[in-house]
């Protein structure tokens, strides 16, 4: 800008030797701009680059489910996860199935037919494969009947800070029939990759199995992108205590009956 001031200065003299600097001059100043372009430019490849592959989504809040702070209460300097609800019948043979939802859902049921892609689906497979794998007791099987899910997934057009969202239905007596899952495709305006996608539906599928919101970083965190990727042993400790009627058979193999969880959360300091 300075160069700017400078040259038009020397515009009105009708002077050769004037001439020639005021032309090396507006050359200057033809570089200068080709270079704020360049690096505009740049900026907004890397910006675009940086969307597609989610770079710097890892430092927005996620979370799930409403986040009341006042739920641990009473476990400061513990590391806890709390424990919610026990599956009811549906689980005395060892096994829930779930359903994946093939269509994006969006806001108003609008866009029907738009398809969830295909990394998407694999992503959610595999967390659900990495739990199945991590209770071995338990067998998650895939269906492709909805109406007869435990469990139906659907990623939904992401609008805002909500990675995911889990409802889970109850009976009478208070138990776990039936859950829905809801795991965003984007926040906060960026899409997620398959690898967040991941994440989400794992610890999704926490809350599934009866969990609640951990006070430290670990799968089940509040804010789901501060936490790790992985099922730790204390979210597994965390899964038998909350259905612990179907895990502790009785000697002669038959299964108790079907009650509540007798804790209200796991200690995971010493795990
Ligand atoms: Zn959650």
Redesign the pocket.
Known sequence: MVLNSNSSNKKGEDNNQEGIIYNYEKRKEYILIGIVFAVLAALSVAYLIMIQFGLFQFYLPF???EYDGKEFEGYSGRDVILVCCSWGEELADGELTYFIGENIIKQGGNGNGEKVESGSIKAINRAIQDWDSKIERLTFTETSERQNADIEFYVREGRNERA?V?KNYYDYYGFITKSYVMISDGAFGFGFSDGQIEHIAK??F??VLGLG?ANFDTL?A?Q?NRGSGTVSDCEIDAVYKANEWWFEKSTDGRLLYIRHPNTEHVECSAM
Do not use: I
């Open positions: 979370s799930d489910n995911g889990t610890h999704e926490g809350h919101h089940m509040a789901v």
